[in-house]
């Protein structure tokens, strides 16, 4: 039974808990209950899709262990779901074993264990790949001497029939792994597999009128699959002071399950890992980035280019079509009284040159800081963006600021004081802001 699988691990930590010399357990967590009435005036003709009375209650436990949070528990439900939209209920159960590996001795069925994860889990394999998707499933890291495993199993999303006010969307389930030689964080050689899939049955085909043809129509929304195949190489040197981190993923995505499979001409290796159709396409996307820490100057440098066929049901805000450079740099003076940052970035679109039209953008931002014990600190930050799609636009951005702390007596002063600059072709904007805190000894502030 799945619900009592993640109290079996912590039942088998209790001998070690048992013969600590210090009490090492601590409960904490949040609790909040909302709760609303409402009802529109009659007279107004309004149709209100929510519930008459809404409540809300969430839940964050957490259990920690010698001052690491080792049990974590996150919990939302509410009655204002609807079968038109995706889910907003969600439950979060998370073992973190290892915050306990330096502080008792675990268990040899754990050892190897770093994560688990069940219910809304928040999986990030690379940018390319799963990123910023939730999954409605598990997640387990897994990390035996110098191996790593991650794997990754849920639904990315529900089945909702279309409407007038709803989008269509087809169940969608998504798994993969991360897997190879080191730690995510040190030097490594990680290769990444991920799969999803549309439920081409969990809905019905929903049509619109086409704003073309008054007599045909077009299927707003198609089941998917896509296939990625992805490799991860990192060198860290120098107690991290350097790191050189690449990425390199292929995406096979196919737009409509649901049309013939390609027989003609393609290879029998190929048709036993995918089905090729009409609507297939293949794409590659990379990216590198170079990393110097050294005492108190930093250097970071990255190239990232995402091809137009490109695509990542992991990730659907990523953009494709698209290529990007930049260059930061920060420097730390006079035992960090005085910091100077630069930001350059570079980036164009229509990479293959397909389309009629390429935006170009530049983006230079600078800034220099003085912070002096006793003295008002000064923060001085500029940037100028152009962009050029065939017009070219520029804007600059000014920003000063200031801010103090002093103390009269035992009453604590932090006046603050700021200025913008904006200019741009057809917008030019001047503000200020002015704020002083102030702090008495008997726990009460206000601000002026």
């Known amino acids: 039974m799945l619900h009592k699988n993640p109290i079996f691990p912590l039942l088998l930590l209790l001998p070690?808990?048992?013969?600590?010399?210090?009490?090492?357990?601590?409960?904490?967590?949040?609790?909040?209950?909302?709760?609303?009435?409402?009802?529109?005036?009659?007279?107004?003709?309004?149709?209100?899709?929510?519930?008459?009375?809404?409540y809300r209650l969430e839940l964050s436990p957490s259990l920690t262990l010698f001052n690491a949070p080792i049990i974590s528990l996150s919990a939302f439900i509410s009655n204002e779901g609807s079968k038109l939209r995706q889910e907003i209920n969600r439950f979060q159960f998370n073992f973190n074993i290892s915050q306990l590996k330096d502080k008792v001795r675990i268990p040899f069925i754990l050892r190897p264990f770093s994560l688990i994860s069940i219910g809304r889990t928040q999986t990030e394999f690379t940018e390319y790949t799963l990123?910023?998707?939730?999954?409605?499933?598990?997640?387990?890291?897994?990390?035996?001497s110098i191996f790593y495993l991650n794997f990754a199993y849920g639904i990315s999303q529900r089945a909702v029939e279309g409407s007038d006010s709803s989008k269509p969307t087809y169940k969608r389930t998504i798994y993969g792994f991360k897997t190879g030689l080191g730690k995510k964080d040190k030097t490594h050689l990680h290769f990444i597999f991920l799969h999803a899939k549309d439920d081409e049955n969990s809905i019905k085909p929903y049509l619109i009128p086409n704003p073309i043809d008054s007599l045909d129509t077009l299927e707003l929304v198609k089941p998917k699959e896509n296939t990625l195949l992805g490799v991860e190489p990192q060198l860290s040197l120098w107690e991290e002071k350097f790191i050189l981190k690449f990425e390199f993923s292929s995406s096979y995505i196919t737009d409509d399950i649901r049309e013939p499979v390609i027989d003609v001409g393609i290879p029998d290796w190929l048709k036993n890992f995918v089905n090729p159709r009409p609507s297939s396409s293949l794409g590659f996307a990379y990216k590198g980035n170079l990393n110097l820490n050294f005492n108190n100057t930093?250097?970071?440098?990255?190239?990232?280019?995402?091809?137009?066929?490109?695509?990542?049901?992991?990730?659907?805000?990523?953009?494709?079509?698209?290529?990007?450079?930049?260059?930061?740099?920060?420097?730390?003076?006079l035992e960090r009284k005085l910091g100077l940052d630069l930001n350059i970035e570079f980036y164009r679109d229509n990479v293959s040159n397909l389309n009629s039209f390429t935006t170009k953008a530049q983006n230079y931002e600078g800034g220099i800081s003085l912070n002096i014990e006793n003295f008002p600190s000064i923060d001085i930050k500029g940037g100028l963006f152009i962009m050029d799609t065939g017009k070219s636009e520029v804007r600059n951005l000014l920003n000063v600021s200031s801010g103090h702390r002093f103390k009269i007596k035992s009453i604590n002063f932090s006046p603050f004081i700021s200025y913008g600059l904006q200019n741009e072709k057809y917008l030019s904007s001047h503000s200020v802001y002015l704020n002083n805190r102030i702090s008495f000894p008997f726990n009460l502030s206000f601000d002026l």
């Open 16 to 54: 070690s808990l048992l013969l600590a010399q210090q009490k090492p357990i601590k409960i904490s967590g949040n609790i909040g209950i909302y709760y609303e009435n409402h009802k529109y005036n009659d007279t107004l003709n309004f149709k209100d899709e929510r519930p008459p009375q809404i």
């Open 131 to 144: 990123y910023s998707t939730p999954l409605d499933g598990i997640n387990v890291e897994f990390l035996p």
């Open 298 to 333: 930093q250097l970071n440098t990255y190239f990232g280019r995402v091809e137009p066929s490109y695509k990542t049901l992991g990730n659907e805000y990523l953009r494709n079509d698209e290529e990007r450079m930049g260059l930061g740099f920060s420097q730390n003076l």
